[in-house]
């Protein structure tokens, strides 16, 4: 339930800054379910209650149709569009919607909702506010696919893992943190970097070795054989910000080379 709450905010503020940079009068969407279809659970600038918690079926109007094909789909004139069925004429005429669009949030080629922007004239939608509804879906399924990666890194792992599949998941529990947009789900990430970093029974931090959570970052990620261009893609950074971070380490822990870093970082209690 909690996911799903997080999610419909991120779809939300989606759908809040596509109505700002658009001046569409609606927009609405929601998020798919087990049966395929999706439950419309977001709207901004509607004047009835007619469209909020529609249930919409794969195929069935026009989100259905974007649902089923997993691409953007539009009619300028949503009564009497002649290449989508009329399942939801009612509700749609009695907010007195008339140009629609569709676009499909698709994460790991699944379409995982839609999004919807409309006029109350039958008026083509001009390629501005096509390309801000593309941009919208885009930001809602790069939201979704780091909540996904977060998920499956928290899960349990399996039984008897090495403590190299660990220092793995340690790396990428690392590189995820800063995407995070939530702050209480970005400190629960670090807090299970702080138990991994415990559990893998290194000797408590020397006295004199502080490293910042970015070098700790790009440590992780050079402990994993990340390149620093590598580490640089990952961390959201520039290849010269990377090695500058390195360097910095390097000289903190008395290292001359990459790997004599992270060795002397695990010895510190820096790195599992």
Not at 112 to 119: D, E, F, I, P, S
Not at 222 to 229: D, E, I, L, R
Not at 239 to 267: C, D, F, I, N
Request: proline share 7%; net charge positive; glycine share 10%.
């Amino acid at each position: 339930m909690r996911e799903h709450v997080e999610s419909s905010g991120e779809l939300r503020g989606a759908l809040l800054r596509l109505r700002r940079t658009t001046g569409l009068p609606v927009v609405f969407g929601g998020l798919t379910h087990e049966t395929r279809g999706l439950r419309i659970g977001e709207l901004n600038g509607a004047v009835t209650p007619a469209l909020r918690g529609l249930a919409i079926s794969a195929g069935s109007g026009l989100g259905g149709k974007c649902l089923a094909l997993g691409r953007p789909c539009a009619v300028t004139d949503y009564p009497s569009a002649r290449h989508i069925t009329h399942e939801y004429d009612g509700p749609v005429s009695a907010e007195g919607l008339r140009s629609v669009i569709a676009v499909p949030v698709v994460v790991r080629r699944k379409v995982r909702g839609v999004l919807y922007g409309a006029l109350r004239d039958a008026l083509p939608v001009g390629e501005r506010v096509f390309d801000a509804a593309v941009a919208a879906a885009r930001d809602v399924e790069q939201a979704l696919a780091v909540r996904d990666e977060v998920r499956e890194l928290l899960a349990p792992l399996p039984p008897g893992p090495s403590w190299e599949e660990v220092r793995q998941a340690y790396g990428e529990l690392r590189e995820l943190a800063p995407k995070v947009a939530d702050p209480e789900l970005r400190e629960r990430l670090l807090a299970l970097c702080g138990r991994l970093e415990t559990a893998s029974g290194s000797p408590a931090p020397l006295p004199g070795v502080a490293l910042t959570p970015r070098e700790t970052d790009v440590l992780a990620a050079v402990a994993s054989g990340a390149t620093n261009a590598t580490a640089a893609a990952r961390l959201g950074l520039r290849p010269e910000t990377v090695k500058g971070y390195l360097r910095s380490a390097m000289r903190k822990l008395g290292a001359h080379t990459r790997m004599e870093a992270v060795v002397a970082a695990r010895r510190a209690g820096a790195l599992p």
